[in-house]
């Protein structure tokens, strides 16, 4: 008001207008999310893929992971397994997954989004929030422009006030559109008749309380009383009721949130009941665990295993480990101790498994354990574990990754001889969201 | 294994269309913009594009019905029995079979660059390729259902 007042004949009122339009607007925030991210990606190296159905398959060559939209649009969802996904759509072209080469163009897209704002928050290998620092339609089509020119890769882009409104923007415009929620009328037409579920954050469970309460829309939750929302939803509800109507709670994480757990596993081709090849697949995703945990600077104080079987219960369990570490030698021991304990009933054929470290710390803050007692120990041996240790990783890392392993993987010769299995999708870091 | 291959229509010479009349083998493939070519082995004329000897030309692939001919009667050759000796008094030569595509049990996949060949003499000279085989990796059988897989140029699958 006082600027307002003493500016009023400046010849520089129309920046100041600006200032002014500003310290009335909230901040906002875009949404940058690639369409169909991993066809995309193969379309930037096979131009010819573009137009085609296109599905990406998974860790296995079993199941569709990724489909372009003329695939989806005869009828195949994500993780129909392709001998279907063939029946419905005979044309389609399918392509072994390379979540390299997608990182390599995830990391391109990220630094187009950096010049554009002075905080981006990397949420998912192809989405990210950013600050924007104007908001208009031409902004939002300007970045969706340099990413297809810079990177080769369509992106939907989103702009509203809140984090949770932005990406409901650019889910609602895909394909390569894009759209600015400035106003409440805007707002408001986003959220009308939009389910719930189209939410990040409103899971199954959510909804399904929210139904019995008669709101499944975006617009019905929002017109809800706050506390309601609160009571059934908890503050995680809450937040959401906030951003939904137009007020940023939700920060744009600039840096990854702190781990509470950091996890290795994911499936292990066909269901096996052979002892040596289960036992490879601990040893190899220990490995990877132990790579992550360096990647972070982390050490565990525990380790959890669990098994999923083809034709069993789940079962997992958790043990402490002497001291907190990241060291291969003791969560391999752990593990392969772990290892029967789990496997029950032995004959059980396993599919997929996790390797977890729990009860993280920063390396720098670790705590040796009060049992850890170094008179106990043969300090040579822990000498040569170490110097091992170091060498392992200073090959690994010039010649590439699990180049030196663990003797015991060698069951796993045929996943090893395939360099696509080197890296798998969880091995991306710094997404602050899986 | 693979029982046909797609290859671009931009990839081959003009020449080679008016030659083997190529224009019969051309399909549309989608909304997609980039005509292609199919060659199947149970095609009536069974052929394949080759890259052999600085050059690219269309050839008969194997020898699908003269029981008259020396040549093995199939389209495929298995890379165990080619480095066992056993094609030896054919006197293969290598060669790549260029392809954008492959199909297997209803099942199109992708092919980065081509795939390899050898190629043989019959008894009136005449040049044929075979498509070389090998054991299927695990992620090939899971995609095609099929125990063996051809040998890609530059690619794992
Ligand atoms: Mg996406």
């Given at each position: 008001?006082?600027?307002?007042?003493?500016?009023?004949?400046?010849?520089?009122?129309?920046?100041?207008?600006?200032?002014?339009?500003?310290?009335?607007?909230?901040?906002?925030?875009?949404?940058?999310?690639?369409?169909?991210?991993?066809?995309?990606?193969?379309?930037?190296?096979?131009?010819?893929?573009?137009?085609?159905?296109?599905?990406?398959?998974?860790?296995?060559?079993?199941?569709?992971?990724?489909?372009?939209?003329?695939?989806?649009?005869?009828?195949?969802?994500?993780?129909?397994?392709?001998?279907?996904?063939?029946?419905?759509?005979?044309?389609?072209i399918y392509v072994k997954r390379d979540f390299r080469w997608y990182e390599v163009l995830s990391r391109k897209m990220l630094d187009v989004v950096k010049r554009h704002s002075p905080r981006v928050e990397f949420y998912s290998v192809d989405?990210?929030?950013?600050?924007?620092?104007?908001?208009?339609?031409?902004?939002?089509?300007?970045?969706?422009?340099?990413?297809?020119?810079?990177?080769?890769?369509?992106?939907?882009?989103?702009?509203?006030?809140?984090?949770?409104?932005?990406?409901?923007?650019?889910?609602?415009?895909?394909?390569f559109g894009y759209g600015v929620a400035l106003t409440e009328s805007a707002r408001r037409e986003l959220l009308e008749g939009l389910p719930v579920t189209e939410i990040t954050g409103i899971a199954k469970r959510s909804a399904v309380k929210?139904?019995?309460?008669?709101?499944?829309?975006?617009?019905?939750?929002?017109?809800?009383?706050?506390?309601?929302?609160?009571?059934?939803?908890?503050?995680?509800?809450?937040?959401?009721?906030?951003?939904?109507?137009?007020?940023?709670?939700?920060?744009?994480?600039?840096?990854?949130?702190?781990?509470?757990?950091?996890?290795?596993?994911?499936?292990?081709?066909?269901?096996?009941?052979?002892?040596?090849?289960?036992?490879?697949?601990?040893?190899?995703?220990?490995?990877?665990?132990?790579?992550?945990?360096?990647?972070?600077?982390?050490?565990?104080?525990?380790?959890?295993?669990?098994?999923?079987?083809?034709?069993?219960?789940?079962?997992?369990?958790?043990?402490?480990?002497?001291?907190?570490?990241?060291?291969?030698?003791?969560?391999?021991?752990?593990?392969?101790?772990?290892?029967?304990?789990?496997?029950?009933?032995?004959?059980?054929?396993?599919?997929?498994?996790?390797?977890?470290?729990?009860?993280?710390?920063?390396?720098?803050?670790?705590?040796?354990?009060?049992?850890?007692?170094?008179?106990?120990?043969?300090?040579?041996?822990?000498?040569?574990?170490?110097?091992?240790?170091?060498?392992?990783?200073?090959?690994?890392?010039?010649?590439?990754?699990?180049?030196?392993?663990?003797?015991?993987?060698?069951?796993?010769?045929?996943?090893?001889?395939?360099?696509?299995?080197?890296?798998?999708?969880?091995?991306?870091?710094?997404?602050?969201?899986? | 294994?693979?029982?046909?291959?797609?290859?671009?229509?931009?990839?081959?010479?003009?020449?080679?269309?008016?030659?083997?009349?190529?224009?019969?083998?051309?399909?549309?493939?989608?909304?997609?913009?980039?005509?292609?070519?199919?060659?199947?082995?149970?095609?009536?004329?069974?052929?394949?594009?080759?890259?052999?000897?600085?050059?690219?030309?269309i050839m008969e692939w194997g020898n699908r019905g003269n029981k008259e001919s020396k040549l093995p009667r199939t389209g495929w050759c298995r890379k165990e029995s080619l480095d066992a000796g056993k094609w030896r008094w054919l006197k293969?030569?290598?060669?790549?079979?260029?392809?954008?595509?492959?199909?297997?049990?209803?099942?199109?996949?992708?092919?980065?660059?081509?795939?390899?060949?050898?190629?043989?003499?019959?008894?009136?000279?005449?040049?044929?390729?075979?498509?070389?085989?090998?054991?299927?990796?695990?992620?090939?059988?899971?995609?095609?259902?099929?125990?063996?897989?051809?040998?890609?140029?530059?690619?794992?699958?």
């Amino acid at each position: 008001m006082i600027a307002q007042v003493s500016l009023g004949s400046s010849p520089l009122k129309q920046p100041l207008d600006n200032i002014h339009a500003y310290s009335i607007l909230p901040r906002m925030i875009g949404h940058v999310d690639a369409d169909c991210f991993y066809v995309s990606a193969e379309r930037v190296r096979h131009r010819h893929l573009l137009g085609l159905p296109v599905g990406v398959l998974g860790n296995h060559g079993a199941c569709i992971i990724a489909k372009s939209y003329e695939m989806k649009a005869s009828g195949v969802g994500t993780g129909v397994p392709i001998w279907e996904a063939a029946k419905i759509c005979p044309e389609g072209i399918y392509v072994k997954r390379d979540f390299r080469w997608y990182e390599v163009l995830s990391r391109k897209m990220l630094d187009v989004v950096k010049r554009h704002s002075p905080r981006v928050e990397f949420y998912s290998v192809d989405e990210s929030f950013f600050q924007a620092r104007s908001w208009t339609a031409k902004d939002a089509s300007g970045l969706q422009r340099e990413l297809i020119r810079e990177v080769g890769v369509p992106v939907s882009v989103g702009i509203a006030p809140t984090k949770t409104l932005a990406k409901l923007i650019s889910d609602s415009v895909k394909p390569f559109g894009y759209g600015v929620a400035l106003t409440e009328s805007a707002r408001r037409e986003l959220l009308e008749g939009l389910p719930v579920t189209e939410i990040t954050g409103i899971a199954k469970r959510s909804a399904v309380k929210l139904a019995s309460h008669g709101i499944t829309t975006c617009d019905q939750l929002a017109a809800a009383d706050r506390a309601f929302v609160r009571w059934l939803l908890t503050k995680r509800g809450e937040d959401l009721w906030w951003e939904l109507n137009g007020t940023s709670v939700l920060p744009i994480n600039v840096a990854r949130p702190v781990h509470k757990f950091v996890s290795r596993g994911g499936s292990i081709g066909r269901a096996s009941s052979d002892r040596q090849r289960v036992a490879a697949y601990v040893v190899r995703n220990v490995e990877r665990l132990v790579e992550a945990l360096d990647h972070y600077k982390l050490v565990c104080d525990q380790l959890t295993l669990s098994l999923l079987f083809r034709d069993a219960p789940e079962r997992g369990q958790r043990v402490s480990l002497l001291g907190s570490t990241s060291g291969v030698e003791p969560l391999r021991q752990a593990a392969l101790w772990l290892l029967p304990q789990v496997w029950q009933p032995p004959r059980a054929a396993v599919h997929y498994m996790h390797v977890i470290a729990g009860r993280l710390w920063p390396r720098w803050q670790s705590q040796p354990s009060l049992f850890d007692q170094p008179a106990l120990r043969d300090p040579q041996q822990d000498t040569r574990t170490a110097a091992l240790e170091t060498v392992t990783q200073q090959v690994n890392a010039s010649v590439g990754r699990f180049a030196l392993r663990s003797g015991m993987t060698t069951p796993l010769a045929d996943v090893h001889a395939d360099p696509a299995n080197e890296y798998d999708i969880c091995d991306i870091y710094g997404k602050s969201c899986f | 294994m693979c029982k046909g291959i797609s290859i671009l229509k931009a990839r081959l010479k003009q020449e080679l269309f008016d030659e083997y009349e190529l224009e019969k083998r051309i399909v549309a493939r989608a909304e997609s913009e980039q005509p292609e070519l199919h060659f199947m082995y149970p095609d009536p004329v069974v052929e394949l594009p080759v890259e052999w000897d600085g050059q690219t030309l269309i050839m008969e692939w194997g020898n699908r019905g003269n029981k008259e001919s020396k040549l093995p009667r199939t389209g495929w050759c298995r890379k165990e029995s080619l480095d066992a000796g056993k094609w030896r008094w054919l006197k293969p030569e290598p060669c790549i079979i260029p392809a954008n595509f492959g199909l297997e049990k209803g099942v199109w996949f992708h092919i980065d660059e081509g795939l390899e060949g050898v190629v043989v003499r019959d008894e009136q000279d005449k040049p044929h390729v075979y498509m070389l085989t090998q054991a299927a990796s695990v992620y090939y059988e899971n995609m095609t259902r099929h125990e063996r897989m051809p040998v890609l140029v530059g690619q794992v699958i």
